[in-house]
Antibody
């Protein structure tokens, strides 16, 4: 069974930093592209970032480019999202999602909540 | 930049009825690279359809997708109680790389 478990969400002040993690199991992690997607309270879905299986190809949404960094550790079956310069509008549930053909999200974690507030 | 508009915003139907959800793209979606997701309250989204019309693994055949270019449709042939949820369309591969529609809520009438 494919399992994705996010962690690291927290309450952080504007301008602060946070690192999210996603532990993967039930599939050969290194062979799959991975993504981060978020959902602000009561809002729709917003894709944030993509990383290839090897980690050599990375894309970001304009809204987080230069502030967020995606990475992965295939030896640890883990995906990460380092977030800097957090803003109130970054408040959301953050999901990691496995990529089917890259940018189709066929499995999702349960999400981790990030709240940016003073 | 492709913008996806979903219609209607809310669909009120009874179990057993047919649901037709629309997703319009502001520009043509390359290669019918469009997916549909279902999301229930407090849960992560679930992939239903990709490539405009291919059902994801384990998705019942009452769910079907169609369309190309700028007009796409998700049809639920006979609503089951568990189908009442929010549905999102998503394009992938164009500019920007990924865009989601605003969602359609299918609620019990």
């Amino acid at each position: 069974e494919v399992l994705l478990v996010e962690s690291g969400g927290d309450l952080v002040q504007p301008g602060g930093s946070l690192r999210l993690s996603c532990a993967a199991s039930g599939f050969t992690f290194r062979t799959y592209e991975m993504n981060w997607v978020r959902q602000a309270p009561g809002k729709g879905l917003e894709w944030l970032s993509y990383i290839s299986g090897s980690g050599t190809t990375i894309f970001y949404a304009d809204s987080v480019k230069g502030r967020f960094t995606i990475s992965r550790d295939n030896a640890e079956n883990s995906l990460y999202l380092q977030m800097h310069s957090l803003r109130v509008e970054d408040t959301a549930v953050y999901y990691c999602a496995r990529g089917l053909q890259g940018l189709i999200f066929d499995h999702w974690g349960q999400g981790t909540r990030v709240t940016v507030s003073s | 930049e492709i913008v996806l508009t979903q219609s209607p915003g809310t669909l009120s139907l009874s179990p057993g009825e047919r649901a037709t959800l629309s997703c319009w793209a502001s520009q043509g979606v390359r290669g019918s690279q469009l997916a549909w997701y279902q999301q229930k309250p407090g849960q992560a989204p679930r992939l239903l359809i990709y490539g405009a019309s291919s059902r994801a693994t384990g998705i019942p055949d009452r769910f079907s997708g169609s369309g190309s270019g700028t007009d796409f449709t998700l049809t639920i042939s006979r609503l089951e109680p568990e189908d009442f949820a929010v549905y999102y369309c998503q394009q992938y591969g164009s500019s920007p790389l990924v865009t989601f529609g605003g969602g359609t809520t299918v609620e019990i009438k």
